[in-house]
């Protein structure tokens, strides 16, 4: 089990199986088409409230 929680707080936003599901949650939820062109040229902003970070967690077996 995976879970995207914030740097700073400590905050779960995500909990998955698999650690590409959270990057693709990542990607889908916080990355916005939009007018705002950065180095590479292409119009996509990044708007996270803090540092993100994926961990890795066991499963409590029942």
Same mark, same amino acid.
């Given at each position: +089990? !995976? &879970? &995207? #929680?914030? =740097?700073?707080?400590?905050?779960? !936003? !995500? /909990? #998955? @199986? !698999?650690?590409?599901?959270?990057?693709?949650?990542?990607? *889908?939820? +916080? #990355? @916005?088409?939009? %007018?705002? /062109?950065?180095? /590479?040229? $292409? $119009?996509? @902003? &990044? $708007?996270?409230?803090?540092? =993100?970070?994926? %961990?890795?967690? %066991? *499963?409590? %077996?029942?």
């Amino acid at each position: +089990m !995976y &879970v &995207v #929680a914030g =740097l700073n707080t400590g905050t779960e !936003y !995500y /909990r #998955a @199986k !698999y650690q590409s599901q959270c990057i693709r949650w990542i990607n *889908e939820n +916080m #990355a @916005k088409h939009k %007018k705002a /062109r950065n180095t /590479r040229g $292409d $119009d996509i @902003k &990044v $708007d996270i409230p803090e540092p =993100l970070i994926i %961990k890795h967690i %066991k *499963e409590k %077996k029942s």
